[in-house]
């Protein structure tokens, strides 16, 4: 058995577009940036950007397009895909996320876009609600089984 799966956890780099497909399923691209920091043999610090170009069909392409943008960042969990056409005599090839799950994380202006739930392949986040419920009271650290 194989695996092909990726987990993204980054910022979009532009604001989504939605499509349609001919048979009627809506399609939505969009790209996310995700960063490295490590120290080359020198010691010094360096930061290293990917991009990363994401797909995602039927219901959960609606709700990306409708509740995504440029700068929010998002968790996406799927599979890599890559493509090939001819152009002008010169074959082309793009490498792709077909993202199964897409979970929307903080927002810029603060709260949760998604809940910090994960959403099923059939029922994507809405992006609205939820979160996490703290306790009212103060946690004893004594408490604390370990």
């Not at 930061?47 to 409708?66: C, L, P, T, Y």
Request: with cysteine; proline share 6%; charged share 30%.
């Amino acid at each position: 058995m194989y695996i092909n799966k990726a987990l993204l956890f980054g910022n979009l780099t532009r604001d989504p577009e939605l499509r349609a497909l001919p048979s009627g399923v809506n399609v939505c691209n969009f790209s996310v940036a995700t960063n490295r920091v490590y120290r080359d043999k020198d010691g010094k610090k360096q930061e290293q950007a990917d991009f990363h170009n994401v797909v995602v069909f039927g219901r959960q392409a609606d709700i990306v397009a409708q509740y995504l943008k440029k700068g929010r960042s998002v968790f996406v969990e799927g599979r890599m895909q890559t493509r090939s056409w001819e152009k002008d005599g010169q074959k082309q090839y793009r490498t792709e996320v077909i993202a199964d799950r897409i979970q929307f994380g903080p927002n810029p202006g603060g709260g949760t876009g998604g809940g910090g739930k994960r959403a099923p392949a059939d029922e994507p986040e809405a992006g609205g609600g939820g979160g996490i419920e703290y306790p009212k009271d103060e946690i004893n650290p004594d408490d604390i089984p370990f």
